[in-house]
């Protein structure tokens, strides 16, 4: 198998910027040859084998070596792709926007340069991860809870600079940043907030700063590389109560999310309320294989057995009040009278061996854990993309989105499997398509679902919070109010900010002018 | 009195100038004369009359408008100064940066677009005021609460813009603005967020978009002219619980942050606590001339006589509880062990005739009135400013603070005046330096006075939230971290954004190249 060179650039040139990039990083963290590499394959990826393979990967271990690893790359124009973790898996994991990248790993940054117990905060570097924080916490005796994304390795940094979420009060982790350092395709580095002060001990207790706020600049972009962050932790609350409700029709989602809609625009339930579907949850604890081996999606027969045989409903729908006992009961009762007025609605406070409610209280209370990975066993060889749609927690509209993707899936021979988590006032769809990656029409079928969606969705308004790399460019796209004004000025500041465009070419489809096609 | 017209420009192409700007909007929209200039004077100025005064106002009544008024001075290169409802008093008010800008004056602009009371939010023009947005909600029988700044005309957008705050638990509105329209200096038209996304539905839902967030980029910059903003706005809770403690000693300060930090960062205490001193209390029902006709700070046996006479202590600590009983009920009751725990204290529900805790209850429940105002008869022919440095609500932190600032006050001749706002995990300081504007001596040494404090706060690690027109260059000054590398993006972004530098130039600190002057 020939080794992949970025495009562009001929083998040799290419070889002196790895050899400068050793000068800098040591040999040993220049990785070239087909095992290590193998790491930074999106092993889950909609596309055929052999797409999105990085060059090579160099890991700094600092700043100062990654500013001379962008000074490098900037001499040879080299795109680089810059990953924290790396585990932004059903979003393209750690592969990189195109084939011939080299990765820019900063798992070797991972540092918790500081916890702060008085004002709950933490400041860490990119290769942290939530179990890493978590278990540094659990360390040093601290009562802060950290909010992990499902994945327990999933980065601190990485998941923020993805909007991503979680499930405790402190789920929306972009809003619980303060503060960042970012080092610019020149090498410059550039603190925001009071991080630009010098001297400032209120880096991350305020994100204010007599100016403008740039942090939301330098995330889901690549105007720069983020290698510090602040995140607010949230203290351990006097006690927790989670708990699941199951309902029994698949209609009941209009109701659910009339709901819910008060509940959270009221802050009854502080995290993030969620709605899972049947399979979602029933694939935590069991395999279809062990219900169905016909083709397609599951009859309601089998479905409305898999409800019986593990006690779920169409929906099962995760909270949890956090707080004094008599707050959380008060809010309870609030709640009950809410979402059990539904009929049918049976609330579970504790499930006997049930592994998909336990990592959910897990992850309701800040403890990273591993299982929801094994709903990657609902399909063997599991493959499988999320398209998430961001809306507004209406009823109706909730139900309109479901039956129209669900209607689609079924049309392509998938079954629904699909979340709806609820945030402060806006509503996170996420649809996980699974497919056999052996089953070669399968993993077809899945990808044109995907792209389906993306216009659909656009065109009744939608637009996603994040996607898989493959789709970035679409869905780049469906941003073209007033012509796309955005991205234009994406690009205006992608042209300043990285003129030779070697930072994460493509990241959601802002790429440097080299790179643009026209129309 | 000669006419003032804006700085390298001459007056003939300056009427030039005005009467395209006419044609754009109408004659009587153009204002030129004495009188009608006079409402953009800074009534409450440190400086001597007659500087910052502006040569012309435009008021435009729409985004088309704002578009060809800014291709006009583009065109001559005529600065600019955008207010939505120009009461920034303390800041600058309406006044420009410097004497001879036309004023941008989007006061007419005051539509409330959109209030949805399903999801709790409002979509506003620049004119609109707090009192306007909270007539209209109460016209249209909603159930959404407003966040007033204290003065009730200010403005929903400029105060956000700002980075203004409030007292109810949705006090800190660039947080809570959601969305915006920004006319970019060359009259393109951006929207952010989901706003980007044609016929999108959730621009006010959601911060999320694919990409990064630039929201926070054209807050306190002049990086564009915003022309509408989402604003999220609190559901009526089921009740409502404000509460005063009054602390007899001045060194109550430490013991009352440390434990108010704890009640903020667990949010049991929603909203901006604040920590009102004795005499900022006072002002709002009584004048100073009634207890003392001396010079300089008042002697302590006046202190405890004003503290007797009205029922108040050293500090004046204001917070309020919002919820259902049982929850108040209870989270009171962490209160009261918290701030009661401080010997001393004394707590007041209800003050019999004290305009100064109605109009605080009044704002706590996000009812915008005036009250605040007279606490600027408290010196005769009121002026003053505001020095808001911003820090962690930690107890000695605190102390040491309040002591350092009051004892610079006194040597100067002033009475500290001032009030610690507890936000979530940080503490906006607010001294209000009062002076007889009439009175040539102290005015100077109010000057004196504000400049001293910034160069003594920086030294300390303390930056300010916001500032004074005539001292944001000095402040700017103060963000070397990394030798500025902050204002440096500031200015890479200012020259992209607007070559023409025709934005509000110094804007925080912020001047287009041709007017930036070297070190
Ligand atoms: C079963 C399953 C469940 C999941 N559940 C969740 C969930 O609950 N919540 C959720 O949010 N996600 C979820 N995900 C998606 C994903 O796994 C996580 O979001 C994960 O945290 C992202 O990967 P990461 O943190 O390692 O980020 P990385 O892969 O490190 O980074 C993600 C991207 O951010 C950019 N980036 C990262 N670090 C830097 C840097 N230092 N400077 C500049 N750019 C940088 C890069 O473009 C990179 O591609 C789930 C995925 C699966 C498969
Ligand atoms: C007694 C007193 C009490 C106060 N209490 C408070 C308080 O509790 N909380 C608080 O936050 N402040 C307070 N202030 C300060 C101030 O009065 C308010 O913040 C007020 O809301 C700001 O003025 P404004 O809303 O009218 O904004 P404007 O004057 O309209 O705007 C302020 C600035 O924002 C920019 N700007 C405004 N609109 C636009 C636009 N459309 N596009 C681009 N730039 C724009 C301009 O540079 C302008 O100078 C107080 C002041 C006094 C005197």
């Not at 580095?189 to 207790?205: P, Y």
């Not at 659910?256 to 509940?263: D, G, K, N, P, Q």
């Not at 729908?317 to 004094?324: H, S, V």
């Not at 930072?503 to 643009?516: V, Y």
Request: charged residues 20%; contains cysteine; aromatic residues 10%.
């Amino acid at each position: 198998m020939s080794r992949i060179v970025p495009q562009g650039v001929d083998a040799s040139t290419f070889n002196k910027a790895l050899d400068e990039l050793a000068a800098v990083v040591g040999k040993q963290w220049v990785f070239l040859d087909e095992l290590p590499l193998s790491a930074y394959r999106d092993a889950y990826s909609p596309l055929a084998d052999g797409e999105m393979l990085p060059s090579a990967a160099v890991a700094p271990d600092g700043v100062e070596q990654i500013q001379k690893i962008l000074a490098v790359v900037n001499a040879y124009k080299i795109p680089v792709w810059t990953i924290g973790t790396g585990r932004n898996f059903a979003y393209g994991g750690p592969a990189p926007r195109k084939s011939g990248y080299v990765m820019l790993d900063l798992r070797r940054m991972n540092r918790v340069i500081e916890v702060n117990e008085k004002y709950g905060y933490a400041l860490v570097e990119p290769g942290v991860s939530y179990m890493q924080l978590y278990r540094h916490l659990r360390q040093i005796g601290s009562k802060l809870w950290i909010d992990p994304a499902a994945p327990a390795w999933g980065g601190v940094i990485g998941n923020a600079l993805e909007h991503g979420a979680g499930y405790t009060p402190y789920g929306d982790h972009f809003v619980m940043q303060c503060g960042m350092e970012v080092v610019l395709a020149d090498g410059e580095i550039v603190r925001t907030g009071q991080g630009a002060l010098a001297g400032s001990k209120h880096w991350q207790v305020t994100k204010h700063v007599a100016g403008p706020h740039f942090d939301g600049m330098f995330t889901q972009s690549n105007f720069g590389v983020v290698t510090k962050m602040g995140i607010w932790l949230m203290p351990e609350p006097p006690s927790y109560k989670p708990f699941m409700i199951t309902y029994q029709k698949e209609e009941d989602l209009e109701a659910i999310f009339e709901v819910t809609r008060a509940l959270k625009v009221n802050q009854i339930i502080p995290n993030a309320a969620v709605a899972v579907d049947l399979l979602w949850e029933a694939s935590a604890k069991t395999t279809r294989r062990h219900y169905y081996d016909g083709k397609g999606p599951l009859p309601p027969s089998i479905r409305a057995k898999i409800a019986a045989d593990h006690d779920l409903g169409m929906w099962n729908y995760y909270g949890a009040l956090y707080g004094p006992p008599p707050v959380i009961e008060n809010n309870w009762k609030v709640v009950e009278d809410a979402l059990m007025s539904i009929p049918g609605a049976k609330v579970h406070f504790d499930r006997k061996n049930d592994p998909a409610w336990d990592y959910r209280v897990r992850l309701m209370r800040g403890e990273p854990n591993m299982t929801e990975f094994s709903i990657m066993n609902w399909i063997g060889g599991g493959g499988h993309i999320n398209f998430s749609p961001i809306s507004a927690p209406s009823g109706s509209e909730a139900l309109a989105q479901y039956k129209l993707i669900k209607q689609r899936c079924n049309d392509h021979g998938f079954d629904y499997i699909g979340e709806f988590l609820v945030g402060w006032r806006d509503m996170h769809h996420i649809l996980m398509i699974m497919y056999d990656r052996a089953d070669e029409t399968m993993r077809k079928s899945a990808y044109d679902l995907f792209g389906l969606l993306v216009d659909e969705a656009a065109e009744a308004g939608f637009g996603e919070y994040r996607t898989h790399l493959a789709f970035m460019d679409q869905i780049a796209r469906t941003y073209k109010h007033n012509d796309g004004a955005l991205w234009d000025l994406h690009h205006r500041l992608k042209d300043v900010l990285d003129p030779n465009g070697i930072l994460s070419p493509g990241k959601q489809g802002i790429w440097p002018k080299a790179m643009r096609t026209s129309a």
